[in-house]
């Protein structure tokens, strides 16, 4: 249910990242805990005035035949098993198509192909749309208002950091300053989720000032939905599927979790990479990614977002509708990242060839969908997939394939690029630029601040006065920019559009998409800096453990007597420090690694670690007066060395520890 790739809760994202952390702690000695992995699949870009496209390429029949020689090949090749894919046209359903298999047969009998008018999928993050719908509604009703403080509308109290309100706005705009959730994102027991439980209970931590950052947030639009079930007085689901769904005639669509029996046989089965069918999905905050939907219904109600009349009467009023469509912030609060692509109300920018394109991905752990809506030319496109594929980036590249496809196809369009900015003032805004980054969806007040550690950006200069980015943003691979306007970068042959903030001639932030951005990551957590400090410090723990039976051997095989026992109860309790700091950090991988895995992690287990973590640290202290000791009484150079080394090495894991909030009272992740 995360975006995209968000997700990418991107389930598979979040695995990667517990595996890399796993290398991290396990082999720090290596950088490979800092590699990439791409978080979203948009490709935005500002639009730019032009004349509408002429639709009459558009049709069924070459629409038709264009999936049917792109999606057949596709799933195979990727071994994905299914696709829905809908196509909307000036107020008609010009197409609905099936292709492969809603069940594969596999231990089960006969294969099922996909029907798009039977078939249910999860739309993961696709459901905000109904959200932000639903927020809009009751707007327009007047019953809740986009610039209240939500303090108004909630019946618990959130955590807050800054004294700004947060609104309805910043929810619906990714920008409220939430941290990332991962508990109860999505569960397999088929127990109905507690919206306000989910919500009230350990809620994120407030890390950014509220409309600063763009932050994609499962947690922020759920509250959102939360607020519309409260003020309403009827549970957001009912509310949903009186309100949108019934109203656009999506009839075969729920919010409801499990499924209701009449639908439960129509849900087409998720894969996982292997091809083995998963148990349907519980999303823990339903307004962010509960939706199940076939292709049909997603045609409907991209015709009610296009304000086509459809089902039982408009979702939205016309100036409402206008008011969801357009940027939901401005300068006012995003500075000059307002010049890059901005989220609307629950939209994602995503337009290409000059057309002006909204849409939003979703991701649940099997299924992966995507839909876009053309507002002016009165289209729109809406695919998902039951299945990852076998490789990473499949299911993000078969998305990209189709709507940007769809885009080059039937709306190529020209948009002329900026004149740009002088070479001189270019290759100054690049070396403010060049450093590395981290992405602004993260952890930052518990044990979770150590993902900071993987999917890192480079951002470095090029010719003099381009941006090398490794990787490029939304991307697995380098991208090379140029500033076609002051802090406005956009890709060398390509369309992706990218914005800075700077602050004292210093780049604080890059908007990269609607609802993404970079920052910089802080001195004292380069990877330049915390790699040979954890690395050499799990070196030097690891031998001193090793060292321990092995001493014990040779004294034993040569007649070697014992140490003296003055100094050993510092000996001793270095030792019991040594171990426990070895220890919390193979415990902390293992948490950490069944976390990203969406598996749940007991508190006692997190507690447990951080004692060991305490011990490790404050054995700082009896390693000092072992050190000590040992230069007082001249133990030799390779005593002095060793209990040298064991103190830089506990100082370090301390050091570590600390930075990375392992040690922090909240153990909410």
């Known amino acids: 249910m995360l975006r995209q790739d968000p997700a990418r809760p991107r389930a598979s994202r979040l695995r990667r990242l517990g595996a890399a952390l796993v290398a991290t702690v396990a082999v720090a000695a290596t950088a490979a805990g800092c590699g990439t992995a791409p978080t979203a699949m948009s490709v935005p870009t500002p639009p730019t005035p032009g004349a509408p496209a002429d639709p009459a390429a558009l049709n069924a029949a070459d629409v038709d035949a264009w999936l049917d020689g792109l999606l057949p090949a596709a799933l195979q090749r990727t071994g994905i098993p299914g696709v829905t894919v809908a196509v909307v046209r000036d107020g008609e359903i010009l197409t609905t198509r099936g292709y492969g298999h809603a069940d594969t047969g596999t231990g089960t009998g006969q294969p099922v192909p996909v029907d798009p008018d039977r078939h249910l999928f999860r739309v993961g993050s696709v459901s905000k749309l109904v959200t932000a719908v639903a927020v809009l509604q009751l707007v327009q009703s007047g019953d809740l208002d986009l610039d209240a403080d939500v303090d108004e509308y909630l019946d618990f109290t959130l955590p807050r950091r800054y004294d700004e309100a947060v609104t309805l706005r910043h929810l619906l705009t990714h920008t409220a300053g939430f941290e990332e959730r991962v508990a109860g994102l999505i569960g397999l027991d ?123 009467g408009p979702l939205l009023d016309a100036a409402t509708r206008e008011l969801m469509q357009r940027p939901g912030l401005d300068a006012t609060s995003l500075g000059t990242l307002a010049d890059g ?63 940007n496809g769809f885009a080059d196809r039937y709306f190529p369009g020209t948009s002329e690029r900026p004149a740009g900015v002088d070479a001189q003032t270019s290759a100054a805004h690049a070396a403010a630029a060049a450093g590395t980054y981290t992405d602004s969806r993260g952890f930052g007040s518990n044990f979770l601040t150590t993902m900071g550690l993987v999917g890192r950006t480079t951002v470095s200069v090029a010719d003099d006065h381009r941006l090398l980015f ?91 007597p014992r140490r003296d026992p003055a100094g050993r109860t510092a000996r001793v309790l270095s030792r019991v420090a040594v171990a426990g700091a070895l220890l919390a950090l193979i415990g902390w991988a293992v948490n950490i690694a069944a976390v990203m895995g969406l598996q ?66 909240s153990i909410s992740y």
Not at 268 to 295: K, N, Q
Not at 613 to 621: A, S, T, Y
Request: charged letters at 15%; glycine letters at 10%; a neutral charge.
């Open 190 to 312: 088929g127990s109905s989720p507690n919206l306000r439980a989910a919500l009230a209970t350990d809620p994120p931590e407030q890390i950014y000032r509220p409309g600063t950052v763009p932050a994609y947030s499962n947690y922020g639009n759920a509250l959102a939905g939360y607020i519309v079930e409260h003020v309403s007085g009827t549970p957001f689901e009912k509310y949903v599927d009186r309100n949108v769904l019934a109203r656009a005639g999506m009839a075969s669509s729920t919010f409801a979790q499990p499924l209701p029996p009449a639908l439960a046989d129509r849900m087409a089965s998720g894969y996982d990479a292997a091809g083995v069918a998963g148990p349907f999905e519980i999303v823990g905050t339903p307004p962010a990614g509960a939706l199940s939907a076939p292709a049909t219904d997603m045609a409907r109600f991209m015709l009610a977002l296009t304000g086509e009349p459809v089902g039982e």
């Open 341 to 403: 692509p901005r989220m609307a109300l629950g939209l994602f920018d995503e337009s290409r060839n000059g057309r002006h394109i909204l849409g939003h991905g979703g991701d649940t752990m099997f299924f992966h969908s995507h839909l876009q809506i053309y507002p002016r030319e009165r289209a729109g496109i809406f695919l998902s997939l039951n299945g990852g594929g076998r490789g990473e980036l499949d299911s993000h590249e078969l998305r990209q394939a189709v709507v």
């Open 470 to 560: 490794e990787p490029g943003p939304l991307s697995a691979t380098p991208a090379l920019y140029e500033e076609v306007a002051p802090w406005v970068w956009r890709e060398v042959g390509g369309q992706r559009t990218l914005a800075m903030r700077v602050t004292d001639d210093r780049v604080t932030a890059i908007s990269h998409d609607s609802a993404f951005a970079l920052l910089p990551v802080e001195p004292a957590r380069a990877t330049a800096v915390v790699v040979p400090v954890l690395g050499a410090s799990v070196l030097v723990l690891a031998l001193t453990v090793l060292s321990w039976p092995f001493g014990a051997l040779v004294r034993r095989v040569l007649g070697r």
């Open 600 to 665: 749940e992690v007991s508190a006692a287990s997190l507690r447990t670690v951080q004692v060991l973590q305490v011990i490790g640290l404050l054995g700082v202290l009896p390693a000092g007066v072992r050190l000590v000791d040992d230069v007082r009484r001249r133990g030799g150079w390779h005593r002095v060395a060793a209990s040298a080394l064991i103190l830089l090495a506990l100082a370090g894991t301390g050091w570590f520890a600390v930075e990375f909030m392992l040690l922090a009272p």
